[in-house]
């Protein structure tokens, strides 16, 4: 059971260069999402999808760019990379309970670790 | 999504029961409470979901009353590997973000 996967687990990058992160589920969820969490910090929401072909900007957007071309893959860009984005990148997904009309348990990857030097 | 607001920290001993209450004043009719629980560089695992009065799993009790302006979570007889962060999170219901406030640390001493 595969579950969340992110690739890569850890990377270092020099300002300015560019990276995507790759989020992939096998649970066939609609919601995928992208996090940072700073050390010390909570999870603050970066972009999110609500389906393939969509995606929303979240409380952190500036600085990222995300992609959803294929329903169980989510892709994180960063096209310019700096100090400040140093971070531990989580990716999640989860469904929907249409009978209820509420969002079902979110599942988490491993995450990255992202170093910009 | 509504706003909640939890104790920055907490410190419990082996056995007790440990209990978190967060706090949603403008928590909408149709939105839902759910707790995550994370361990140190690992993401967050979901604990409990409820709308109203009492949900109980294996792992722990979610309590709602009936304004559901708060919510508090319960962990029975905690042991040392329960020390986490605990997030509470208020919403979901046709509302697409999950979007984590700061959680309480939730230390478990021997």
């Known amino acids: 059971n595969a579950g969340v996967t992110q690739t890569p687990k850890f990377r270092v990058l020099k300002t300015g260069q560019s990276m995507t992160l790759l989020c992939a589920q096998d649970?066939?969820?609609?919601?995928m999402y992208w996090y940072r969490q700073d050390p010390g910090m909570g999870l603050r929401l970066i972009h999110y999808?609500?389906?393939?072909?969509?995606?929303a900007k979240g409380e952190v957007p500036d600085g990222y760019n995300v992609s959803r071309l294929k329903k169980q893959n989510f892709l994180l860009g960063l096209e310019s990379a700096a100090p400040s984005q140093t971070s531990v990148y989580f990716c999640?997904?989860?469904?929907?309970?249409?009978?209820?009309?509420?969002?079902?348990?979110?599942?988490f990857g491993q995450g990255t670790r992202l170093t910009v030097v | 999504l509504a706003k909640t607001t939890q104790p920055i920290s907490m410190d419990s001993y082996e056995g007790q029961e440990v209990n978190i209450t967060c706090s949603h004043n403008?928590?909408?009719?149709?939105?839902?409470i759910t707790w995550y629980q994370q361990f140190p560089s690992q993401g967050p695992r979901f604990i409990i979901q409820g709308y109203k009065t009492k949900v109980t799993n294996e792992v722990a009790s979610l309590f709602i009353p009936a304004d559901r302006k708060s919510s508090t979570l319960s962990l029975p007889r905690v042991s040392l590997s329960d020390t986490a962060v605990y997030y509470c999170l208020v919403g979901r219901s046709n509302d697409y973000k999950l979007s984590f406030g700061a959680g309480t640390t939730v230390t478990v001493r021997a």
């Open positions: 403008n928590i909408a009719t149709n939105d839902y």
């Open positions: 999640a997904s989860s469904g929907f309970d249409r009978a209820s009309a509420v969002g079902t348990e979110a599942f």
């Open positions: 649970m066939n969820h609609e919601y």
């Open positions: 999808s609500v389906g393939e072909g969509t995606t």
